[in-house]
């Protein structure tokens, strides 16, 4: 069965430092992997995915995520944080082979970034 | 703008006061989804639909309807509602494939009391 586990339910860095928000899954074919961020009182909003190609994926506001296929994992990473990256953060797979392209999200993370 | 549309973004109700959240999608999409939001255990599916006319169970399905009788619409309907339904919802919208970005609504926060 497919499944997405984020490992730390809260993470802390100071501003300018370097921040990792960890995501590992599971599914029985290809993942299509997905990151998404929620600001408070607001709906989802996407940040990257991976489909296929290079490991490495950037996407907005300076986020980028490593997949790796052999650690089944697709941490997100920022070089250096800004107190405004503080939010919840999803993690999410679509199974290419799912008959309905299922997508599964991980029970989130929410990032603190103290001045 | 592309956009989802929930309403209402806030409702409290009374246990078994039948309900309906609207969700209006302007993107022409295939795949319409909802999802209920609670503390601990992230987004959780509740229904989805492929295209008109077919909708199928998510993982938490009871207690809820659906219909997709157009493309741009996706009610999600609870005929009988109860306290644990209190929750924060999400309507999505993606293309059909599989890879495309999933857009989300910004959410209806409804209480049941």
């Known amino acids: 069965a497919q499944s997405v586990a984020q490992p730390e339910d809260q993470v802390n860095v100071a501003e300018g430092n370097p921040l990792t928000v960890k995501c590992t899954y599971s599914?029985?074919?290809?993942?299509?992997l997905f990151w998404y961020v929620q600001y408070p009182n607001r709906g989802l909003q996407f940040l990257l995915k991976?489909?296929?190609?290079?490991?490495l994926v950037k996407g907005s506001y300076g986020f980028e995520a490593e997949f790796n296929k052999s650690q089944t994992s697709f941490h997100l990473k920022k070089p250096s944080a800004l107190v405004s990256d503080s939010a919840l953060y999803f993690c999410?797979?679509?199974?290419?082979?799912?008959?309905?392209?299922?997508?599964?999200f991980g029970s989130g993370t929410r990032l603190s970034i103290r001045p | 703008e592309a956009q989802v549309t929930q309403n209402p973004r806030y409702l409290i109700t009374v246990t078994g006061k039948k309900l309906t959240v609207t969700c209006s999608q302007n993107m022409n999409h295939e795949y319409m989804s909802w999802y209920r939001q609670d503390p601990g255990l992230g987004l959780r599916q509740i229904y989805y639909?492929?295209?008109?006319?077919?909708?199928d169970k998510g993982d938490v399905p009871e207690g809820y309807k659906v219909s997709r009788k157009e493309k741009r619409n996706f009610p999600l309907i609870l005929e009988s509602p109860s306290p644990n339904q209190t929750s924060l919802y999400f309507c999505a919208s993606s293309p059909g494939q599989a890879g495309n970005t999933i857009y989300f609504g910004e959410g209806s926060w409804l209480t049941v009391v």
């Open positions: 599914v029985s074919g290809n993942p299509y």
């Open positions: 639909s492929m295209n008109v006319e077919v909708t």
């Open positions: 999410a797979v679509r199974d290419l082979y799912s008959s309905a392209s299922k997508i599964i």
């Open positions: 991976y489909i296929t190609g290079d490991n």
